[in-house]
Nanobody, 126 residues
Framework: QLQLMESGGGLVQPGGSLRLSCQAS????????IAWYRQAPGKEREAISC????????QYTEAVKGRFTVSRDNAKNAAYLQMDNLEPEDTAVYYC???????????????????WGQGTQVTVSS
């Protein structure tokens, strides 16, 4: 069973950057596309980005497009979310999720993950 663990969260000032990592436990990581979600206090969890199995076709919601960059390294069984120009509104718990898919070039922000990490807190505040 695939296990995921996020890391890299923390406290950052507005305009700053963080890089989140999502480490998978098994080598079949490449059979899953990876999605990043976040949940702010008092709000529902939202999908913000995803990346296909082969690392192509990244998707972003409008809220993060142009500021966040998703990537993955299948050789390391890891995915990443580079977050730049952070805003207080980005404060949330960030999760990565994996979903199995046959097509290697697609991912979907509207589908739920099969496996989830425990989340990492990102706080943007001065």
């Amino acid at each position: 069973q695939l296990q995921l663990m996020e890391s890299g969260g923390g406290l950052v000032q507005p305009g700053g950057s963080l890089r989140l990592s999502c480490q998978a436990s098994i080598s079949s990581f490449s059979f899953y596309y990876i999605a990043w979600y976040r949940q702010a206090p008092g709000k529902e969890r939202e999908a913000i980005s995803c990346i296909s199995r082969n690392g192509t076709n990244p998707q972003y919601t409008e809220a993060v497009k142009g500021r966040f960059t998703v990537s993955r390294d299948n050789a390391k069984n890891a995915a990443y979310l580079q977050m730049d120009n952070l805003e207080p509104e980005d404060t949330a718990v960030y999760y990565c999720a994996a979903r199995s898919i046959f097509v290697p070039t697609m991912c979907f922000l509207t589908s739920q993950g099969d496996f989830w990490g425990q989340g990492t807190q990102v706080t943007v505040s001065s």
